[in-house]
């Protein structure tokens, strides 16, 4: 498996293989419906080493449905999250319940507006029967993913979006749509098959954003926007003085 781009950013953690529909592959961990399953840790535990999966059952949070390709999540589990992400149910609820529901997120001024983001959701329904992560040393084991998810800091963020432009001249490449922390998924499935496709930017959640991620954000791309970065590099602007003085501090 070639790690020549992995080593030359000095990426802390695996590259993540996103298999849609794979029913196969052996997993170490697999998601329990009985629980409330957050996607990006499961894509976390695969960027540390692990396969693992979740299907329909197990992937229990609305927004991780949405994101992790399993249709439209929030109309089967949560039909009110358009006014959770603006300014929150308020006095029909009680005390008791989660001021992130009752206060609401306030990531729209209203619930009007935040319907519109909702209904422009790139619902799709690649994952089913079953989504697989896998790192990048375990590709061989599960086959070509279908997306790679990249956990990386500014500095190699940085070199990724520069890269996406090396071979074809464009100065927009890569994209950054607000949504949940698992949402590039579903955006990044939007770009298979594109005859131009652009790589999505993540975990841009407020929300979601734990210790665990404070110095990471996300780029997720289909496989073949991976494959192409892996062309030339010894020509890239990871060989450049520039990059060299970044890695002193990687």
Not at 94 to 103: G, N, Q, T, Y
Not at 115 to 140: G, H
Request: aromatic share 10%.
């Amino acid at each position: 498996m070639n790690t020549k781009l992995v080593e030359m950013l000095h990426l802390e953690l695996e590259p993540v293989g996103i298999f849609f529909g794979n029913t196969t592959a052996v997993c170490d961990l697999e998601a329990s419906p009985k629980k409330r399953n957050c996607v990006i840790p499961f894509i976390m535990s695969a960027s540390k080493g692990k396969v693992v999966s979740m299907d329909e059952a197990s992937c229990t949070c609305p927004g991780g449905a949405v994101g992790a390709c399993f249709g439209d999540g929030f109309t089967r589990l949560n039909p009110n999250i358009h006014k959770m992400l603006s300014q929150g149910l308020g006095d029909t609820v009680s005390d008791s319940v989660p001021p992130m529901v009752r206060e609401g997120e306030r990531f729209f001024c209203n619930e009007d507006i935040a319907m519109q983001w909702r209904k422009n959701m790139p619902f799709s329904d690649k994952a089913y029967p079953r989504i697989v992560f896998a790192p990048l040393s375990r590709w061989k084991e599960v086959g070509t993913p279908d997306l790679v998810f990249l956990f990386a800091n500014p500095d190699q963020i940085s070199a990724l979006v520069i890269m996406q432009g090396f071979h074809n001249g464009k100065a927009v490449n890569t994209l950054a749509p607000f949504g949940a922390a698992c949402h590039s998924i579903v955006y990044a499935a939007e770009q298979m098959g594109k005859e131009e496709p652009y790589a999505i930017m993540g975990l841009f959640d407020i929300s979601q954003r734990s210790e665990a991620l404070k110095n990471y954000l996300s780029m997720t791309m289909p496989y073949q926007l991976w494959a192409n970065m892996m062309e030339d590099l010894d020509k890239s602007c990871l060989t450049t003085h520039s990059w060299r003085n970044i890695e002193k501090r990687l």
